[in-house]
């Protein structure tokens, strides 16, 4: 039985969603419910700088002027989809994670070996990392997501629910927090999120919630795919 699906994370993510959902034969609309907002930050001196982590695409995309300043230095990101936009951009990609920023953060072999110096530009809404021993990471928060009310369209189509997907923590809260203003009811949705930690502060009074089991989008509109199949 066909559901509706819904997306609502940020442009230019969002288009991309859509248009993977549509080859899938997904029946899937969007609505940005989260505009992303550029933040002045200052780089550190690159010559203290090993490696650079990219935890989202939008780094490199709202990243400004200060990023020319890490050309030539090696870029670990997080997917395929951010090394794509880091390389196109002109950035040495050097890693690619699997699973998560996480995994690019590996102990050094060498105890004796200087420590790792790593830069991480981020979002104001990211994961915490374990920090293993060797590795030094420094932190500048370079865009943000504002959040956007649902609009008139999208509330029209959310009254006769579906399945919504999460691509963050933020995004949760914000849409749970709209169903509440406007009294839509959450037994009226499936949730379908790229990861645990996104659904954990937003209760359990949904129809289901489910976990891609891996943090990308081909994952995650698999993961709805198979929602569909089970309704």
């Known amino acids: 039985m066909s559901r509706q699906i819904f997306a609502i994370r940020p442009e230019p993510g969002l288009a991309a969603t859509l248009s993977a ?45 200060q990023l020319d300043l890490l050309r030539g230095k ?26 998560g920023l996480q995994s690019l953060l590996n102990p050094q072999k060498d105890a004796g070996a200087a420590t790792l110096n790593y830069l991480r530009l981020s979002g104001a809404e990211r994961v915490e990392l374990v920090v293993p021993r060797g590795i030094s990471i420094e932190e500048r928060i370079v865009y943000r997501s504002a959040p956007i009310s649902i609009s008139d369209e999208l509330e029209n189509r959310l009254q006769f629910g579906g399945i919504v997907l999460l691509h963050s923590a933020a995004a949760a809260r914000h849409f749970a927090d709209e169903c509440d203003r406007l009294n839509l009811p959450r037994k009226a949705f499936s949730l379908a999120a790229l990861g645990p930690r996104i659904t954990t502060e937003i209760g ?22 198979h929602m569909c199949q089970d309704h």
Do not use: C
Request: hydrophobic fraction near 45%.
């Open 204 to 225: 359990s009074d949904w129809a289901e919630i489910r976990h891609a089991d891996r943090p990308d989008d081909a994952a995650l509109l698999a993961l709805a795919k």
């Open 74 to 99: 090696p870029f670990y990101a997080v997917g395929n989809t951010t090394a794509e936009i880091a390389s196109s951009a002109g950035f040495d990609v050097e890693r690619i994670g699997e699973g």
């Open 21 to 65: 959902g549509l080859d899938l034969g997904l029946d899937i609309i969007g609505d940005p419910m989260f505009e992303i907002e550029p933040l002045a930050w200052t780089a550190p001196d690159p010559a203290f700088v090993d490696a650079v982590l990219i935890g989202s695409a939008n780094a490199v995309r709202h990243g400004g002027p």
